[in-house]
Each structure stands twice: as C-alpha cells, then as structure tokens.
C-alpha cells in the first residue's frame, strides 16, 4: 500500500518567491497533519485536518504560512512570501481517528527538505 | 502542557552491544499515548510504537524491547544486540488520546552504531 506522499522531495528557492508543498494522505485517512522539523525547534506541528476541515493552526508561524484541504485526498501548505528563516524539513502525516475524541497512530511522508536563500 | 525530555543527545555504541535510549515525559492527562518513531539517514520517520498509557505492559519486538513505567514517567527504548542499520535518530513522543492530537516530540537521541 502506499504510504503518504509528499512533493516535491526537495525545493530550492529566492526569498519572497512563493513555496507550495503537497501531501497525498493514506487512503481511508480522515486526519492530516502537517510538521516542521529544524534543528533549532525539533518536530513542531504546524496544523492538522480531521475530514478536510482545519482543527488546530495554532502552529502556523504567521501569516505567510496557508494551508489548505480541498478534498480527502490532498493537502497543500503555502509560504508566501518565503524567508530564509522557513528553511526547514516539512513532513505531512495522516492517521485514521475521529478528530477530538480519538485518534490513530500518525504515519508520515518521506518530507520535502526547504531551503530559503 | 505536554513535555518529553530525551536527555541523550548522542550515543555510540559498538555493534553487537546494546543500548537504551530513555524518555521522560510530563502530562496532566490521565490517558495519553506513546510512541517511538526512527528517523535513518535518509530522513524519513519510521513508525516503531504506540502505547496506552493505561497498558504498562512491555513489549519485545525481535531485538527491540520498550519499558514503560507510570510511576516514573519514563518510556524507555533498548536495542539488544545493535546492528549498524540501527544508525539514526530516535524521537519519543506523546499525545493525548482525547482532545488535541498533536504529537510532542523529545528533541530526538542521535545513535552510532560502530563496526
């Protein structure tokens, strides 16, 4: 089966130039996720879905971050404008879980690995 | 607030030894999750673990154990008989099992496996 899919795998990009990173969750998940992981924060939760509808952006780091669920199989996060300070791993994860009650172990995508110059 | 501490930044071990990589964690829920993920060189996170934390049993799994202990908060990782293929970073983390699902991650153990 096939597990989350993220692309691109790596993006190289000029300050203030738009980012958009893709994520196709597990089929059957209901829950998407999306993280950051720097050296200097570790793995910090940006925000996450449960059936398409945005439960928690309380980690979304200002105003150029935007992300989106337009269906159950397809997420998008947007950096506009970007700044070297985004330069980061950003992995999408998806679980099975019935959005505040429960929730189902998170499998992650392979990340898509942000350089800002 | 959520909080897991893996104190060992870096272990190095000689392959065939074993080695136990510790987490802490500190929660005000009464149920929660744990998990350990593995993340290898080439970067991606590997699923290893979930546990209840109404279930303090310990489990084995080939050559890798988990010791959960309530009274200690702690979650503990041992790798019997290291392999250089058990080269990489290992993250502890929690999340509740009601409510926010966010995953809080320890800031990671990175482990060497030496031939």
């Known amino acids: 089966d096939a597990g989350v899919i993220q692309s691109p795998r790596h993006e190289v990009t000029e300050m203030g130039q738009e980012v958009t990173l893709r994520c196709k969750p597990i089929s059957g998940h209901n829950s998407l996720f999306w993280y950051r992981q720097t050296m200097m924060r570790g793995l910090e939760l940006l925000i996450y879905f449960n059936n398409n509808v945005p439960i928690d952006d309380s980690g979304m780091p200002e105003d150029r971050f935007s992300a989106k669920m337009p269906n159950a199989s397809f997420s998008t996060l947007k950096i506009q404008p970007s700044e070297p300070r985004d330069s980061a791993v950003y992995f999408c994860?998806?679980?099975f879980g019935g959005g505040p009650r429960w929730q189902e172990t998170q499998y992650f995508g392979p990340g898509t690995r942000l350089l800002v110059l | 607030a959520q909080k897991v501490t893996q104190a060992q930044t870096e272990i190095s071990v000689v392959e065939k030894e074993d080695v136990t990589l510790d987490c802490v964690y500190e929660?005000?829920?009464?149920?929660?999750?744990l998990f350990w993920y593995k993340q290898p060189p080439s970067g991606e996170l590997v699923f290893l673990i979930r546990r209840n934390s109404f279930d303090e049993q310990n489990e084995i799994s080939g050559r890798y154990s988990w010791n959960f202990q309530k009274s200690t908060s702690s979650f503990n990782f041992t790798i019997t008989a290291s392999q250089v293929v058990d080269s990489a970073v290992y993250f502890c983390?929690?999340?509740?099992?009601?409510?926010?699902?966010?995953?809080?991650f320890g800031q990671g153990t990175r482990l060497t496996i030496n031939p």
């Open positions: 994860a998806s679980s």
């Open positions: 983390a929690l999340s509740r099992i009601q409510g926010a699902q966010k995953l809080v």
């Open positions: 929660t005000r829920d009464t149920t929660y999750y």
